[in-house]
Nanobody, 114 residues
Framework: VQLQASGGGSVQTGGSLRLSCAAS????????IYWYRQVPGKQREWIAT???????NYADSVKGRFTISINNARNTMYLQMNSLKPEDTAVYYC?????????WGQGTQVTVSS
């Protein structure tokens, strides 16, 4: 499956953005979906996971502010980001794990200004 992330942009501190990640086909049978982010010069950081039964888990740095979800057709995943901070500035990537196959989206830039 191919993933296409979108929705990034520039916002001020305290603002919100919703990232989308469209799959080339329904990922109805996904095992896990994830969001990661990466700052230049640093390792890619995991921030959120959703399991096939809808359980979610978040990194402490985003817990309570970010929400991972998937639409009913299971062909688009989302990351709702609220109360954004300058330290959330990064390139955000979506990822899926389906029957042992890992797929990554191409990344979308989020910039939060103070």
């Amino acid at each position: 499956v191919q993933l296409q992330a979108s929705g990034g942009g520039s916002v001020q501190t305290g603002g919100s953005l919703r990232l989308s990640c469209a799959a080339s086909e329904s990922i109805f049978s996904f095992n896990y979906i994830y969001w990661y982010r990466q700052v230049p010069g640093k390792q890619r950081e995991w921030i959120a996971t959703m399991t096939s039964i809808g359980s979610t888990n978040y990194a402490d740095s985003v817990k309570g502010r970010f929400t991972i979800s998937i639409n009913n057709a299971r062909n688009t995943m989302y990351l709702q980001m609220n109360s954004l901070k300058p330290e959330d500035t990064a390139v955000y990537y979506c990822r899926s794990l389906i029957s042992g196959t890992i797929s990554w989206g191409q990344g979308t830039q989020v910039t939060v200004s103070s």
